[in-house]
């Protein structure tokens, strides 16, 4: 399974991005998918996640009512529309998939190489 993230930049705060994410190589419409990310010196962490149908979503409390998460499994796309953007959004961004089938909307085995958004003050 190989994941391609795409759609960082750079974008004043208060402004807008969306993210992309190609799946190939796998079964895109069975797997839970979700997006993470890591600004410098920190660690990673979790930013949202959507089931398989689309029908269930989670997000970090820092991105709730900001950011949206979601799928096109027809062309095998991930997304995360990236709304009201502030400083502290800035990292790379990754998007993960759950080929387990555990369906736990946490738990990722696979991983893209990760897009980089800065957000300027």
């Known amino acids: 399974v190989q994941l391609q993230a795409c759609g960082g930049g750079l974008v004043q705060a208060g402004g807008s991005l969306r993210l992309s994410c190609a799946v190939s190589g796998g079964t895109f419409s069975s797997y839970d998918m979700g997006w993470f990310r890591q600004a410098p010196g920190k660690d990673r962490e979790f930013v949202a996640a959507i089931r398989w149908t689309g029908g269930r979503t989670n997000y970090a409390d820092s991105v709730k009512g900001r950011f949206i998460i979601s799928r096109d499994n027809a062309k095998n796309t991930l997304y995360l529309q990236m709304n009201s953007l502030k400083s502290e959004d800035t990292a790379v961004y990754y998007c993960?998939?759950?080929?387990?089938?555990?369906?736990?909307?946490?738990?990722?085995?696979?991983w893209g190489q990760g897009t980089k958004v800065t957000v300027s003050s």
């Open positions: 993960a998939a759950d080929t387990s089938g555990r369906r736990t909307m946490r738990g990722f085995d696979y």
